[in-house]
């Protein structure tokens, strides 16, 4: 039977651990040949994609203010937690990966944005590209690549809704992403540039990411990084730190959390401003730290501070960092200046964590990521 690309699929823990190296070869699965209505189905989201660069008036829409680089792929979060991925009993299929949580966020939140990035030639790569379109993100610059599968990753939630990964990607379609696919055009008008590191792991992603910040830097846009360490992904911890550093010195805009302050000063206190600040470079404009439910700090070269967060019931935190991040980026493409003005980046500071906060209050990413209406409501009153 073919796998059914809707949002309510379940995925049981017995099928898991019967075929799991299925999940990751491109011999032993084949969705678009599984079945004529499955050849169907693939043939009609196709077709859905073809309008995906016109606004709903059929006009063309103007160049989105975020562009989003990196990995796309499907989150399988399971279903009941505080269980191993072995004991859970079925797991919901939710689309996911920072970089395209955060232009759907931004999206969400009235902002204009797009993602770049590749997935499979494959029932799960064409659900999430129609995905990012029934978002309102600008998807031209997606690739589909008919070797490699689109990445899966399953999630093991604690009771306290915090997160552990299992990806498979051996190699998944995201890592395949090649400098001469990227649509510099559309990276070009970007008035910012958004990643993380999980693109550096290898090549030939590194390479095209490289290209693709170096196009958007000479094109005038502000760099954003968000580091979102995923240490399983990588060879080792040395290469991790050694990779995700290389880059560094050339972003605008730096989000990191406690975990990756420790990770990356290999093991200095997260809570010390001058360990914070050695992660300052020389052209930075400003650099955050979250904290989760305490909120958020905040550094650039003239001030900083701290800016509270909201206290929620924690059903599940995957993807809070990614709507902080979006809710913030959504803030200073509407206005750049916010970065020399600090009483009005506390506002906005005020917003992302409000985005975060309202994330973590419902199952897997992209679902869950609030609206404009919904932060302001958040913080007109009490979010319980």
Not at 15 to 36: D, E, N, Q, V
Not at 254 to 263: N, P, Q, R
Not at 290 to 309: A, I, L, M, N, Q
């Amino acid at each position: 039977m073919a796998l059914q690309a809707t949002t309510s699929f379940c995925f049981s823990a017995p099928t898991l651990r019967s075929t799991p190296h299925s999940l990751t070869s491109k011999r032993r699965i084949s969705i678009k040949a599984t079945s004529s209505s499955s050849s169907s189905r693939l043939s009609n989201s196709r077709s859905n994609l073809k309008g995906r660069a016109l606004s709903s008036d059929g006009s063309t829409q103007e160049p989105p203010s975020v562009v989003c680089f990196g990995e796309m792929l499907i989150d399988f979060v399971p279903t009941t937690s505080g269980l191993s991925l072995a004991e859970a009993p079925a797991f919901k299929k939710a689309p996911g990966g920072a970089p395209a949580n955060v232009a759907v966020g931004i999206a969400r939140l009235g902002g204009s944005s797009a993602f770049i990035g590749k997935v499979g030639e494959d029932e799960f790569g064409y659900m999430l590209a129609n995905i990012l379109k029934d978002n309102n993100v600008n998807n031209e610059g997606m690739r589909f690549d008919p070797g490699a599968r689109t990445a899966l990753a399953f999630v093991t939630l604690t009771n306290e809704g915090e997160r552990e990964f299992m990806f498979y990607r051996n190699p998944s379609a995201d890592m395949l992403l090649e400098e001469s696919e990227l649509d510099l055009d559309l990276i070009k008008k970007a008035k910012i540039f958004h990643y993380g590191s999980i693109s550096l792991i290898t090549e030939p992603c590194k390479s095209a990411h490289i290209a693709a910040a170096k196009a958007a830097k000479e094109a005038g846009a502000i760099l954003s990084y968000d580091p979102n360490l995923r240490l399983p992904l990588w060879p080792s911890p040395d290469n991790a730190r050694d990779e995700i550093l290389s880059i560094w010195d050339i972003a605008d805009i730096i989000k990191v959390s406690e975990e990756e302050i420790v990770f990356l000063t290999k093991g200095e206190d997260p809570y010390d401003d001058n360990v914070v600040r050695k992660l300052f470079h020389p052209t930075l404009k400003l650099l955050l730290v979250t904290e989760g439910p305490e909120g958020c700090r905040y550094y650039t070269k003239d001030f900083s501070g701290r800016v509270h967060g909201l206290k929620v019931d924690v059903v599940d935190t995957t993807g809070a960092g990614d709507a902080f991040v979006a809710g913030i980026l959504s803030q200073l493409a509407r206005d750049l200046s916010l970065l020399q003005d600090e009483e009005r980046l506390r506002e906005a500071l005020m917003f992302a964590n409000a985005c975060g906060a309202l994330t973590v209050k419902e199952r897997g990413a992209i679902p869950a990521l609030p609206t404009r209406e919904a932060v302001f409501e958040a913080l007109l009153k009490p979010v319980i």
